[in-house]
């Protein structure tokens, strides 16, 4: 998330393309214009960073996310 222009955080349970997003707070989002970069967890694989475009979500988080 170093790598991004902007973080936020926000509680477990916040939704993400309407998924609720899991983990220990506050869990952190990067943003980078349009690219949100943030984890995914899978039970039983782990947790991963993931990073989509997406303009509307972006936006978004940007409004309802905490810098």
Avoid: W
Wanted: with cysteine; net charge positive; proline share 12%.
């Amino acid at each position: 998330m170093a790598h991004c222009r902007e973080q936020v955080t926000v509680d477990p349970g916040f939704k993400i393309f309407e998924k609720p997003i899991i983990g220990i707070p506050p869990i952190l989002i990067g943003l980078d214009g349009d690219l949100i970069t943030f984890p995914y967890t899978k039970p039983c694989y782990g947790t991963f960073l993931l990073q989509t475009e997406n303009p509307p979500e972006a936006a978004r988080i940007r409004s309802l996310g905490k810098k």
